[in-house]
């Protein structure tokens, strides 16, 4: 069995590990690069691999950094089945058709902006359309986690709960004798809403992800009340809460804990607006799925009846023209909008008309990759710039990494220490100084361990 890794390989964004076993060539996810623009374009428009030569895709779970580049993939001949969980696979549908919209709109932007400038208009293309994204859905066979299935006659996988987001797996895949695990983004216990991340009975050698490989997350239960302390605090300044995040689990997980800090009369009842479509259709996708809820959202929600994600002064905004009278509005009210990076959708808007206001929070609650604007904001400079204008960061800006939805130091480790026979690891998805971190804790833990961190077109044998 030989892996080549090829994305999200000395990096976080860009998964792309491809695996030759039984005379096949399996591809491990297909995301996309994310961060400063023009680079991640560049990445992003040359696939590292001849997409005709690949022979089959099996995708850990449905973020764009692990599955937004399979319509560049079909686009470029790949004819094969993508497997995937039942969940991941309602989830897709959405997600890709927002990443072709959003290339669309990109090339027309920056085409418009030549024009403008009357430079030479050479034309810019999306790295793929609305039709690719069609094409790919099409593409994609669902699998239930814990039922091991045949890709190939002598080459089977097995999807493993990742407790990451809904959907989300690890990938025991098995041939010429030999198992290879592969953690996809691995999750944590005690997660709200989803259930805790499964073992992986055993593998020769695991591909792990090490987001957090370096360092301990603040406690789950204490993002609550953190949560609501700054709603608090912000809602007595008459400030709006502005809250960028991943439109898929980490905004349902904030519905989720407002719901509760209502309930438990710990916020004022001030409004709060869910501003993207998308997060809005994956809400949906989550209510359809409440049979992979764990305990403590059934027991308080779903067996009384009651919907997590939905309470009376919510509201979902459905035009552009809604969510442009938000600017005007007086606060204090509470907006959860999307891209959770700030990279593209409506939170830019929100960001440019709050971040000149002190009486503004902009709470962060998920990663942000180096370059991004979310970045910026962690790294609280003075001024960004949005649309090409610069604006100066007045807001408060609170960081909350309690809500990340990949496991941190401890949580990588249990799940390697679990795997019998474990020969080889190799860390892939994390920034160099959390690779370190997490390969020196992996050698103090088990000195048998060959332990490597591969470079992007390096190629190991298992
Ligand atoms: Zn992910």
């Known amino acids: ?127 793929f359309t609305t039709e690719d994204a069609e094409i790919t859905l099409k593409m994609l066979v669902s699998k239930k986690r814990g039922e091991k299935f045949e890709v190939f006659p002598g080459i089977s996988a097995l999807f493993i709960n990742a407790g990451h987001v809904l959907g989300s797996a690890q990938v025991l895949l098995e041939g010429d004798g030999k198992q290879l695990a592969f953690t996809g983004d691995y999750g944590r216990k005690n997660r709200k809403i989803i259930r805790d991340p499964d073992p992986i009975p055993s593998a020769d050698a695991i591909i792990t992800e090490s987001t957090y490989g370096g360092r301990i997350h603040e406690k789950m239960e204490e993002t609550r009340e953190k949560l609501g302390e700054t709603i608090r605090d912000t809602a007595a300044k008459g400030g709006k809460i502005i809250i960028p995040s991943f439109a898929l689990e980490r905004s349902q997980e904030i519905l989720y804990d407002l719901h509760i800090l209502f309930n438990e009369k710990k916020i004022p009842e001030i409004p ?58 007086p606060g204090p009210f509470i907006v959860i909008s999307a891209s959770g990076m700030c990279e593209a959708g409506r939170i830019r808007h929100h960001l440019r008309n709050t971040l000149p206001d002190p009486k503004n929070t902009i709470l962060i609650v998920g990663y942000q990759a180096k370059h991004t604007l979310g970045r910026k904001l962690v790294e609280r400079r003075k001024m960004v710039k949005i649309f090409d204008q610069m604006y100066p960061v007045r807001a408060t800006v609170q960081v909350m990494n309690g809500y990340s939805g990949h496991g941190d130091q401890n949580d990588l480790l249990e799940n390697i220490t679990g795997i019998k026979d474990l020969k080889k690891i190799f860390i892939v998805h994390g920034e160099p100084d959390q690779q370190k971190l997490f390969s020196e804790k992996l050698a103090k833990k088990n000195q048998d361990w060959e332990i490597e961190i591969p470079l992007p077109g390096q190629t190991f044998e298992v």
């Not at 860009?14 to 591809?27: A, M, N, Q, R």
């Not at 790949?78 to 969980?85: A, D, E, H, L």
């Not at 989550?286 to 764990?294: H, L, P, T």
């Not at 929600?301 to 969510?323: A, I, Q, R, Y």
């Open 272 to 329: 709060v607006f869910v501003d993207s479509p998308l997060t809005t259709k994956f809400t949906r996708i989550f209510e359809k799925n409440a049979d992979v809820f764990d305990d403590h959202t059934r027991e308080y929600f779903t067996d009384n009846g009651k919907n997590p994600f939905s309470f009376s002064h919510l509201k979902h905004t459905k035009s552009v023209d809604e969510s442009k009278q938000l600017n005007f509005r």
């Open 1 to 127: 069995m030989k892996i080549h890794f090829h994305g999200a390989a000395g990096g976080v964004t860009g998964s792309k590990h491809l695996i030759e076993v039984g005379g096949k060539k399996i591809l491990l996810d297909c995301g996309m690069y994310q961060g400063r623009r023009k680079e991640s374009d560049q990445l992003n428009r040359h696939l590292p691999f001849n997409a005709k030569e690949i022979d089959a895709v099996i995708l850990s779970h449905a973020h764009i950094d692990h599955s937004g580049l399979l319509p560049m993939l079909t686009k470029n001949g790949y004819v094969g089945k993508i497997y995937c969980t039942p969940a991941t696979k309602d989830i897709m549908e959405p997600m890709m058709l927002d990443a072709a919209h959003i290339q669309e709109a990109d090339a027309e932007y920056f085409m418009r902006k030549k024009r403008l400038r009357k430079n030479a208009i050479t034309p810019i293309e999306p790295l």
